[in-house]
């Protein structure tokens, strides 16, 4: 892990805790420290869990689209784990890795639809404090999108943003998931200062 949590990770234990590991071992191939930091409290850990498979299950939102939405989120409220694991998860899921890479400076990049854009902007909009979504960008979402997929949208960047700042409290950071299958860097906004010269 690229720092130090503020709490140390513990034993994951017991019958539910081994299910734990295989799956983190199928999906990332090893168990990240992040999950002894939650295992604390194990039932935080299979609730996020349980939360997460379900919001992943949600179909009316186009699944390239929900990923920069949820990276976009992750880049506004600054977790970097959560950037880096969506990442490696794109890359395993096999989309256009040149477009996954410049979501944290889509605003000065040129190799997204305008589309794209506003879902970045909405959930940029939607992770600011306090949300400064718009009526006019929801109305050119509504009618991009519809309102089934518009209201997917709204959810999953709550739930990043839910997953994002608990990451952040308890000082979970990237655990190199990209880095480790060969994927370039993220590209960083204009100004950006790279993670490992960021206070700690």
């Known amino acids: 892990m690229n720092g130090t949590p503020r709490v140390p990770p513990t034993r994951i234990t017991g019958a539910y805790g081994a299910l734990v590991r295989l799956a983190s071992r199928r999906m990332l191939g090893h168990v990240p420290d992040s999950v002894g930091v939650l295992w604390h409290q194990p039932a935080v850990m299979k609730d996020a869990m349980h939360a997460g498979r379900r919001v992943e299950a949600w179909r009316e939102l186009d699944p390239e689209l ?106 979970i950071r990237s655990e190199e998931f990209a880095a480790a299958c060969g994927l370039a860097p993220l590209a960083r906004p204009a100004g950006a200062p790279a993670a490992a010269a960021r206070d700690r």
């Open 66 to 171: 929900a990923t920069y939405a949820a990276m976009s989120a992750a880049a506004t409220v600054g977790c970097e784990f959560c950037l880096d694991l969506h990442h490696f998860l794109a890359h395993r899921h096999g989309l256009d890795a040149a477009k996954v890479r410049e979501v944290p400076r889509w605003r000065e990049s040129s190799v997204f639809t305008p589309l794209e854009r506003r879902v970045m902007e909405y959930a940029q909009a939607a992770s600011l404090t306090p949300p400064a979504v718009t009526d006019a960008l929801s109305a050119a979402l509504l009618d991009d999108l519809g309102p089934a997929a518009l209201v997917e949208l709204a959810a999953r960047v709550a739930f990043m943003n839910m997953s994002a700042r608990m990451n952040i409290a308890l000082g």
